[in-house]
């Protein structure tokens, strides 16, 4: 059984930086791949960032690019989103998922985390 939990979420002000967290366990992820994704009220979940185990591949969402860094300590099977320079559109719940490849496509996703709430105030 495959448990992801998410963490850092919070309220901030435009402009300001939060660091997401997502503590994997369960099995042996070295293989997959890992994302974030994000869902605004009343909109579908998207894409944000993605990046293989070994952290030696990582992909963004053009909307995060430059602002948004997404890493991994894998001997502790945590990813980070690092999010500066944040803006009240990114207003969102974040969800961390897990992959068999590495992949910007919701539907490749085998599982999910709770989720956990980022607010960005104007």
């Known amino acids: 059984q495959v448990q992801l939990v998410e963490s850092g979420g919070g309220l901030v002000q435009a402009g300001d930086s939060l660091r997401l967290s997502c503590a994997a366990a369960g099995r042996t992820f070295v293989t997959y791949g890992m994302g974030w994704f994000r869902q605004a009220p009343g909109k579908e979940r998207e894409y944000v960032a993605a990046?293989?185990?070994?952290?030696?591949?990582?992909y963004y969402a053009d909307s995060v690019k430059g602002r948004f860094t997404i890493s991994i300590n894998n001997a502790k099977n945590i990813v980070y989103l690092q999010m500066n320079t944040l803006k009240p559109e990114d207003t969102a719940v974040y969800y961390c998922g897990i992959a068999r490849v590495l992949s910007a496509r919701r539907e490749d996703y085998d599982y999910w985390g709770q989720g956990t709430q980022v607010t960005v105030s104007s």
């Open positions: 990046i293989t185990w070994s952290g030696g591949t990582t």
